[in-house]
């Protein structure tokens, strides 16, 4: 039997906001698994799809820029320790140019782009300067790059801490933007079905199933509550499923606002700052009662 630990139990309450005993109760039953304990509790009680990813856990800002032309366009995430560093107008600076130069010289990956020129040196060279002048640690996270010849590029950045790039065919500008504010306030997964992780969905069928079980549903039904759940489910995490943020009637999906504005959307980007990355939490009341104890004791 594994340990239960109130980290353990934090943790998985955080993901559910579910209460600490029904967390234990889950991780000891599943053996500590964290996955199956989350999947168990959603299945008992109803809870809503893991709020994880929608936690914010590291410092840094997501940046974006698109050539004049239009034709080329990028969004990047670069990553501090601090947050007072990432408001510091240096590393706002370098993040700014690290995008411009991701759109206009198509690096291959991360590797690629610190060996790009950047002001009188590379970017690699320049981070760590800034890491030297800063006194905090700099990386470059990730970044996406679009290209076209025959449609639109569009970007929002809400503050600098969510950023999305959109390629779009149709519409205008304005259309471009709407649907890039979209994207930064509803959080879909991808454009349509198809980009959705399998995975996911299988564990949506499997959890729909096993609820319905709990509740008496006869065996013939399940797989048609089943498909219905997930249905439901790729609407709510698809850009064509969910109904547009300023649709006047409150109803107007973005599938139905593109067929009448006769435009199609072919990919987006958003990145979240310290999306999916954990953020070791200081306790320092404990490191000065540990430390007190000490010279007590020496």
Excluded: W
């Excluded at 309450?13 to 991780?27: D, S, V």
């Excluded at 800034?130 to 996270?141: C, P």
């Excluded at 609820?211 to 489910?233: D, N, R, S």
Aim: aromatic share 6%; proline share 2%.
């Amino acid at each position: 039997m594994a340990a239960i630990t109130a980290g353990m139990v934090m943790e998985l309450r955080q993901a559910t906001g579910l209460g600490m005993m029904e967390c234990k109760k889950a991780l000891t039953e599943t053996d500590g698994d964290f996955k199956a304990a989350e999947e168990l509790l959603r299945i008992k009680s109803g809870a809503k799809a893991s709020k994880a990813a929608s936690r914010v856990t590291a410092e840094g800002v997501v940046s974006a820029f698109i050539t004049p032309d239009g034709k080329s366009g990028a969004v990047a995430e670069i990553n501090c320790e601090t947050d007072f560093v990432a408001k510091n107008d240096d590393f706002v600076a370098f993040a700014k140019n690290v995008a411009e130069i991701v759109a206009k010289s198509d690096p291959a990956d991360i590797d690629a782009l610190l060996a790009l020129p950047m002001d009188s040196s590379t970017v690699e060279e320049t981070r760590k300067a800034l890491v030297m002048k800063l006194g905090e640690n700099v990386s470059i996270r990730r970044f996406e790059r679009y290209a076209t010849t025959t449609g639109k590029l569009s970007s929002y950045l809400h503050g600098s801490k969510i950023g999305v790039l959109l390629n779009y065919t149709g519409g205008d500008d304005s259309m471009g933007r709407d649907l890039c504010m979209h994207i930064a306030a509803s959080k879909p997964k991808s454009v349509d079905a198809s980009g959705v992780n399998p995975e996911e969905i299988a564990t949506e069928r499997r959890i729909a199933i096993e609820k319905a079980k709990e509740a008496g549903k006869p065996e013939a039904m399940l797989e048609k509550i089943a498909e219905g759940t997930v249905q439901k489910f790729l609407k709510d995490v698809t850009l064509l499923g969910q109904v547009f943020v300023k649709a006047e009637d409150g109803k107007q999906t973005i599938e139905q606002f593109l067929k009448v504005k006769g435009a199609t959307v072919t990919a987006f980007q958003m990145f979240v700052v310290g999306e999916g990355i954990e953020k070791k939490v200081e306790d320092y009341a404990a490191e000065v009662a540990a430390t007190v104890a000490a010279i007590k004791k020496g």
